[in-house]
């Protein structure tokens, strides 16, 4: 069974970075598509940034310019740049893949933003 474990949260301020990662157990897991999404208290669930297996990727119109998201070469890690960190930005983080048809996720790590 595959799991996805981030890691890379924490507390930081207003205009700061963060780098987040995530990492898929067993050492063959290749994904289709990795995605980050986030959660703030009460709030809706909501994809903030995808690559696919090639390379593509996409970002929210939050993310876009502040936030980039890559790949390592074995597919199994993704990571999440975070820059120009806004309080806004503070949310639970989750990794997302598909592999075939099976969906995993990660158990989320806490990004706070704040003074």
């Known amino acids: 069974q595959v799991q996805l474990v981030e890691s890379g949260g924490g507390l930081v301020q207003p205009g700061g970075s963060l780098r987040l990662s995530c990492t898929a157990s067993?050492?063959?897991?290749?994904?289709?598509?990795m995605r980050w999404y986030r959660q703030a208290p009460g709030a809706k669930r909501e994809l903030v940034a995808l690559?696919?297996?090639?390379?593509?990727?996409k970002y929210s119109a939050s993310a876009k310019g502040r936030f980039a998201i890559t790949s390592g070469t074995a597919k199994n890690t993704v990571y999440l740049q975070m820059n120009s960190l806004r309080p806004e930005d503070t949310a639970v983080y989750y990794c997302?893949?598909?592999?075939?048809?099976?969906?995993?996720w990660g158990q989320g790590t806490q990004v706070t933003v704040s003074s």
């Open positions: 997302n893949s598909n592999k075939g048809l099976a969906l995993y």
């Open positions: 067993g050492s063959n897991f290749s994904f289709d598509v």
């Open positions: 690559i696919t297996s090639d390379g593509s990727t």
